[in-house]
T-cell receptor, first 111, second 113 residues
Framework: TQLLEQSPQFLSIQEGENLTVYCNSS?????LQWYRQEPGEGPVLLVT?????EVKKLKRLTFQFGDARKDSSLHITAAQTGDTGLYLC???????????FGAGTQVVVTP | NAGVTQTPKFQVLKTGQSMTLQCAQD?????MYWYRQDPGMGLRLIYY???????DKGEVPNGYNVSRLNKREFSLRLESAAPSQTSVYFC????????????FGPGTRLTVT
């Protein structure tokens, strides 16, 4: 059972367009992380959000943590082909160090 | 800085064979993890080790065993491989308590025929 539901599962857009990926849960998380994974490689951490309502920006990527700490979104402005990858959200529901991962959103940016 | 390393990168086994996947990290992290990744299912935790000398089951531990050899190394063993264990296996480590940001190795692609 997936505690974290990601949507959409797949997103194909053209370079220059904007996109938003969502990560939702009925559970409260003490922190939430976003990772990007490229083919044949392990996931790489993009950001961690810990405070309800928090917004973090990483160049063209904007991450938001919901006020109730149950959901998060990732917005990419003016997407580039280098943004292509599998985006995974992961939450820590307790203090024991285990993460729950969403199934991921595959983003394809075409020239 | 090597980060998290895994060996082998690829492996093909016949049903019933055994093998050990090796993982090492050079970041002095306390916690280490083994995940499997299957299409459409994200990453599922197999086993984890919160600190040297301790291990605990994750979401999908059946058919696997682990050993935390020392602070650096955490191995995953398949005693009798089954086709259902065909997957990509990732090792990860984490150092910061409370947030548990994880650093992943490059993965082992395992096929069981």
């Amino acid at each position: 059972t997936q505690l974290l539901e990601q949507s959409p599962q797949f997103l194909s857009i053209q370079e220059g367009e904007n996109l938003t990926v969502y990560c939702n849960s009925s559970s409260v998380f003490s922190s939430l992380q976003w990772y990007r994974q490229e083919p044949g490689e392990g996931p790489v951490l993009l950001v961690t959000v810990v405070t309800g309502g928090e917004v973090k920006k990483l160049k063209r990527l904007t991450f938001q943590f919901g006020d109730a700490r149950k959901d998060s979104s990732l917005h990419i402005t003016a997407a580039q082909t280098g943004d292509t990858g599998l985006y995974l959200c992961a939450g820590s529901p307790d203090s024991w160090g285990k993460l729950q991962f969403g199934a991921g959103t595959q983003v394809v940016v075409t020239p | 800085n090597a980060g998290v390393t895994q060996t082998p990168k690829f492996q093909v086994l016949k049903t019933g064979q055994s093998m050990t996947l090796q993982c090492a990290q050079d970041m002095n992290h306390n916690s280490m993890y083994w995940y499997r990744q299957d299409p459409g299912m994200g990453l599922r935790l197999i086993y984890y080790s919160a600190s040297e000398g301790t291990t605990d089951k994750g979401e999908v531990p059946n058919g696997y065993n682990v050993s935390r050899l020392n602070k650096r190394e955490f191995s995953l063993r398949l005693e009798s491989a089954a086709p259902s264990q065909t997957s990509v296996y990732f090792c990860a480590s984490s150092g910061a308590r409370g947030v548990y940001e994880q650093y992943f190795g490059p993965g082992t692609r395992l096929t069981v025929t």
